[in-house]
């Protein structure tokens, strides 16, 4: 499937939905225009049962007609029958068929009632996903999608990474992101390419270099020759690995769907159990207790509909959508609440999500200077630099003294700067392992990116830049230990910032150098060792992959990259990566809310059910009415988690 077919694919079901939704609601409005009519005109007692039966009817058919149709296929097709859906539909039919075995009573008002709340219940928590999905595709940052080419006669034409062929030349800018894999032909330029290898550091680009298609340019500008057509291109592959690992993503039923089908098998079989066992025993030919009995399964079958499960049910996923989303968490659907709550194993990329992907000073180590001295000669070289590594020595440092007594300022590509001040030649350049190994006292195998000082052509010591960790990324894998979930990083930066950063977090497992496809792999290798869930942490464009096939996908929102938001299941809008375990919180008391509904709402049926049996005149109404009245308390119990008190860690 091409990338445009995929979003218009997207974007018609986003249309479908909007629309479902449109439909839904004047379909209840009509059902209960029906049920009024129903109840207060056309009731049984001023025109008789058929116009009443009639007129319940297509309330019913109007409100749940998509109900049965789908109750009929589970019926028919292969797997499991049982669903909400044919539970639903028998319990309905059940209240109908009631009035032709017992006294006269509102049946036809109680299976047109129970159709019309699950089908409300159903409406709130749909609406709690799409806006959910709205508001992930209303953050996604769309930067440039088209690209400046170069035309014969020097003018520039605007086309699209599809429009571009092999041998079209464009401008690669600042702050741009490259739409075609190619070779730089002009300029000089520092290079992100931390979207496609998670190394954070830029790599220079001079004419000759390669650039692949979703890097971004941090400093310099360049004139880029298209090599590969977009087909060809490494951010179409990533598109394509995406598309393909969303085929393989196993899909997982709903917890309602879940509860379902073993709810429904054991009601029904009792329902029956009812209806025909004591009838055996108290009198196999005697219409009158056949009637009686029949009368009571079916009574039993609509007092087991779960009304109030069916609906507060739903309406707690709701709540706890609108929690996560209070709290900057945005989740796709109710169901991965569920996968959360079995999840074993969490697998993370490095820069952008453990870490800022921007850099600090860690270390100075002045050689044959003061340290004081020292900054300053490397402040003075750096000061005029728009280099990354340059701003972040620079940074928090006034500098409008040392600037003015900065000359001969000048930047090598590939090397770094040179300057003259206060009478000295002074260089600033990238770490030369068999020139400076020798000339240092202190260990230069350090972790970090290492930028060495020279005055007057004399080596006179390093300065060691490192990505900074989070600050809630050491507390985040220490609560997911006590949770007793693993923790696994993958990452394509180098095996040894990789094993840093892992041994400092203690995170279980690590893997560096890694390509999208082996992120993949190993994500699904321990997929299948894990007898629960395993969610993935990133934000890039290798990230997307991994994040589509994981069982709960999780992007970094504030500035992920636009693939990975877009196929994540859960986005992190302020890229704290303590939110894995916040929306794990949110899940589980979720999942608890929806247990108290189902074990109220089942203690008081089943009360009501040995009542039936016991009590030949069960009066129906009774049992209504407490479904009725537990159903609202249930509603109130469910939405109140929208409201509730969760410890959650805010970033500082």
């Known amino acids: 499937m091409k990338e445009e077919e995929f979003e218009r694919a997207e974007e018609e079901e986003e249309n479908e939905s909007a629309l479902s939704r449109i439909i839904l609601l004047v379909r209840v409005l009509l059902t209960i225009a029906l049920l009024a009519v ?23 058919l109007i409100i749940g007609y998509d109900v049965v149709f789908k109750a009929l296929k589970k019926l028919f097709g292969k797997g499991n029958p049982f669903d909400e859906h044919v539970l639903m539909t028998i319990s309905t039919i059940g209240a109908f068929c009631l009035r032709f075995f017992g006294p006269e009573n509102n049946e036809f008002l109680e299976g047109v009632l129970v159709m019309l709340l699950y089908q409300i219940g159903e409406f709130f928590q749909d609406l709690a996903a799409d806006r959910s999905r ?3 595709t209303a953050a996604i940052d769309l930067r440039n999608d088209h690209a400046s080419v170069i035309c014969e006669d020097g003018s520039l034409v605007s086309k699209t990474p599809e429009e571009i062929a092999i041998g079209d ?3 690669f800018k600042v702050g741009e992101k490259a739409l075609a894999d190619g070779e730089v032909i002009e300029g000089v330029g520092e290079v992100d390419e931390s979207s496609l290898t998670g190394e954070f550091m830029p790599v220079a680009k001079t004419v000759g270099s390669i650039i692949s298609s979703g ?54 079989g009792l329902a029956i159990l009812v209806g025909v066992i004591p009838p055996l025993f108290l009198g196999i030919g005697d219409g009158e207790v056949w009637s009686r009995w029949i009368y ?15 609906i507060a049910v739903p309406l707690a996923y709701f709540a706890g959508l609108g929690l996560a989303s209070k709290n900057g968490i945005l989740v796709k659907g109710g169901e991965y609440f569920d996968k959360l709550n079995t999840l074993q194993c969490v697998a993370f990329d490095k820069t952008g999500t453990l870490t800022e992907g921007k850099f600090q000073i860690s270390g100075v180590y002045p050689q044959g200077l003061e340290e004081e001295k020292f900054m300053e000669y490397l402040l003075a070289a750096e000061s005029l630099s728009n280099h990354p590594l340059a701003k972040a020595i620079i940074n928090g440092h006034e500098l409008s003294d040392i600037t003015a007594k900065v000359s001969s300022y000048e930047e090598i590509a590939g090397f770094g700067v040179r300057c003259d001040y206060e009478g000295h030649s002074l260089a600033a350049r990238r770490f030369d392992p068999k020139k400076d190994a020798a000339s240092s006292k202190e260990d230069l195998e350090a972790f970090g990116t290492k930028i060495c000082l020279d005055v007057d052509g004399v080596f006179s010591g390093y300065l060691v830049l490192n990505d ?25 930066d180098r095996n040894a910032n990789v094993q840093a950063i892992a041994q400092t977090l203690s995170i279980d497992e690590y893997h560096g150098e890694l390509t999208p496809e082996e992120k993949t792999a190993l994500l699904e290798h321990k997929m299948a060792e894990e007898q629960g869930s395993t969610a993935f942490v990133g934000d890039g464009i290798n990230d997307a992959p991994s994040i589509v096939l994981s069982d709960v996908g999780i992007a970094m929102g504030g500035l992920g990259s636009d693939m ?29 809310r929806a247990f108290m509904v189902i074990f109220i ?9 040995v009542a039936a049996i016991a009590w030949s005149g069960f009066p129906l109404w009774a049992a209504v009415l407490a479904d009725s009245g537990l159903a609202v308390a249930m509603v109130l119990v469910s939405l109140s988690l929208f409201w509730s008190k969760i410890s959650l860690r805010k970033r500082k």
């Open 215 to 268: 890097t971004l340019l941090k400093s310099g500008s360049l004139k880029v020759q298209a090599t590969k057509e977009y087909k060809d291109s490494t951010v179409k592959k990533l598109l394509d690995l995406v598309e393909n690992n969303v085929e393989r993503k196993s899909k997982t039923d709903r917890f309602i769907t879940k509860f379902a089908k073993v709810y429904t098998p054991i009601v029904m």
């Open 38 to 60: 129903g109840f207060f005109w056309l009731n049984e007692e001023n025109y008789g049962l058929w116009v009443n039966l009639a007129v319940m009817g297509a309330a019913w």
């Open 601 to 609: 709402s089942l203690f008081a049926k089943l009360a009501c059910m």
């Open 134 to 136: 709205d508001a992930i």
């Open 564 to 592: 990975a938001v877009q196929n994540a299941d859960v986005v992190f809008m302020n890229d704290d990566p303590y939110q894995v375990v916040n929306v794990w919180r949110i899940a589980e008391k979720t999942q608890r």
């Open 468 to 492: 900074t960790l989070k600050d809630s990324a050491k507390d985040m894998v220490s609560d997911l230990h006590k949770l007793g979930v693993k923790a696994m990083l993958l990452s394509g």
């Open 169 to 171: 030349v464009y401008l």
């Open 296 to 310: 009571t399964a079916l009574s039993f079958l609509v007092i087991s509909c779960p009304c109030s499960i069916v």
